[in-house]
């Protein structure tokens, strides 16, 4: 797998892995079990789907901020430390 945006790689294979149940009263609760806390609840399943997409993206920025462990999805791991160059090399 190319890894050259990270990031959307990581959101695509954690919304791969959601989770969508229709509630009693028709609505739709949707779930990433990798992800703890991220779900959301909509009145359509494409509207769940958005909001836990957009759930998931503010969990992972607010996860990378914090330098939450991260869990890691199909080989995709935020939890390494980024290599940095001296300065001088740029």
């Known amino acids: 797998m190319e890894t050259e945006c990270i ?14 149940d229709k509630l009693d ?3 739709f609760a949707g ?3 990798p992800c703890k806390g991220v779900l959301a609840f909509g009145t359509t399943l494409r509207e769940c789907e958005r909001l836990l ?3 998931l993206e503010d969990w992972l920025l607010l996860g990378l901020r914090l330098g939450h ?5 199909s080989g995709i791991n935020l939890n390494k430390e980024p ?8």
């Open 7 to 20: 990031l959307s790689d990581y959101l695509e294979q954690a919304m791969e892995v959601a989770v969508y």
């Open 25 to 27: 009263d028709g609505t």
């Open 31 to 33: 779930r990433i079990p």
């Open 53 to 55: 997409r957009s759930t």
């Open 69 to 73: 462990t991260l869990p890691v999805l």
């Open 83 to 90: 290599a940095r160059e001296p300065l001088g090399a740029m």
